[in-house]
Each structure stands twice: as C-alpha cells, then as structure tokens.
T-cell receptor, first 115, second 109 residues
Framework: GAVVSQHPSRVICKSGTSVKIECRSL??????MFWYRQFPKKSLMLMAT?????????EQGVEKDKFLINHASLTLSTLTVTSAHPEDSSFYIC???????????FGSGTRLTVV | EDKVVQSPLSLVVHEGDTVTLNCSYE??????LLWYKQEKKAPTFLFML????IEKKSGRLSSILDKKELFSILNITATQTGDSAVYLC?????????FGAGTRLAVHP
C-alpha cells in the first residue's frame, strides 16, 4: 500500500537551533502533504498544508517563519522548525491524501524534544 | 468554525464487551468522515465514510455515518486487549482533515 516515510523518528536539539523533518511518499506521488502537531494525550492539530511547487497554506495561529515548509518535489515535503524553543517540543506527523476510499496515510511521526 | 467532537473521551471495559464510540461534526464542504486507531505512533486507517446509512465492517469493527444528524459511530464487538488505543475521528472538508480529541479505550483482561 501507499507509504509515507518520515524521519527522523526522534530528535533532541538545543534551544535556538533548527530542525528539519522529512516526509517522502515512497510509492505514489503526493501533490499535497499535511503537517500535524500532537501534544501528549491530545488530538492532531493541523498546522499547514504543503503543495508541490507552491507556497504552503498555514492554519490560523501557526507562525510561517517559525515552521518553514517546503514541498519541492512530488515525493518530498519538509518541515523545518527554526530557532526551536522548549515549547516546540511535540510530536509532528505528516500525512498525504490517497485517492478513492483509502483516506489519508500518515508518516510514522517525529518526536521533537528541545532542551 | 469547523469542529469534530468525540465522546466519550475515555472508556474502560473488559475483554468481550462491546463498545460504541461517537463522533459528531460540523465541517464546511464536508466530503468524508474517517476513523483511525492510534497506539504509540502514527494513526492507522480504519474506515472512510462518505454515504449515509451504509455500514462498513472490518472484522469486529464497524462504522456508520448519518449525514442528516452529522454523526458517526464506531462499534467494536468482543473487545480484546489489543483494541486498547486512542480512536480518532476526522472529518474531511475540501483537502483538509479536522480531528476530534479522540476516545482513549482501555480493554482489561
């Protein structure tokens, strides 16, 4: 089936540094990728929608300059958390929409800890 | 504002019990209602519902959508400890998924 590969699965970084998270669609082309954030014991919150070859669409309250999204090809979307702070520590998951009755498929998630 | 509301937020049952999880939604340009199971990492897909009144089944799990009442339920019969997870409901508008808070199900032996 359609697989989205996300890495790293876990990253620990120092405050002030930037972290890049990658999501690759392995056996299909994802023109649109969705980026979610999940706090402990909370649901997934949509941060932004990335579209191949164009600017990402950010949800209200999400800082564009802090969470940089790039979707340079049909198989790769990246989220860069810039100048990370401890409050950015969270679980980040990407997702791609599949055609037909298959819904959406998710990457395995990245647990970011900023110390 | 688009929203998806799940109930109950948590549920504790014993193996063999049947559970019903609820999901109500208010979403602009509604297209589909999806159910996911989340254990430790990313959600895994269970069902996608687009038509009212048509039950979808997969083993002990089944789900149905009521587009008039803007409501869906997920049933799990003969629960097992492996069913313990967070069950997420999501409503798809135009190219967008809005998630509910989830129902945390714990199945005890």
């Amino acid at each position: 089936g359609a697989v989205v590969s996300q890495h790293p699965s876990r990253v620990i970084c120092k405050s002030g540094t930037s972290v890049k998270i990658e999501c690759r669609s392995l056996d299909f082309q994802a023109t649109t990728m969705f980026w979610y954030r999940q706090f402990p014991k909370k649901s997934l919150m949509l941060m932004a929608t990335s579209n191949e070859g164009s600017k990402a669409t950010y949800e209200q309250g999400v800082e564009k300059d802090k969470f940089l999204i790039n979707h340079a090809s049909l198989t790769l979307s990246t989220l860069t958390v810039t100048s990370a702070h401890p409050e950015d520590s969270s679980f980040y998951i990407c997702s791609a929409r599949l055609g037909g009755a298959n819904g959406y498929t998710f990457g395995s998630g990245t647990r970011l800890t900023v110390v | 504002e688009d929203k998806v509301v799940q109930s109950p937020l948590s549920l504790v049952v014993h193996e063999g019990d049947t559970v019903t999880l609820n999901c109500s939604y208010e979403v602009t340009n509604f297209r589909s209602l999806l159910w996911y199971k989340q254990e430790k990492k990313a959600p895994t897909f269970l069902f996608m519902l687009t038509s009212s009144g048509i039950e979808k089944k997969s083993g002990r799990l089944s789900s149905i959508l009521d587009k008039k009442e803007l409501f869906s339920i997920l049933n799990i019969t003969a629960t097992q400890t492996g069913d313990s997870a967070v069950y997420l409901c999501a409503s798809g508008g135009y190219n967008k998924l809005i998630f509910g808070a989830g129902t945390r199900l714990a199945v005890h032996p």
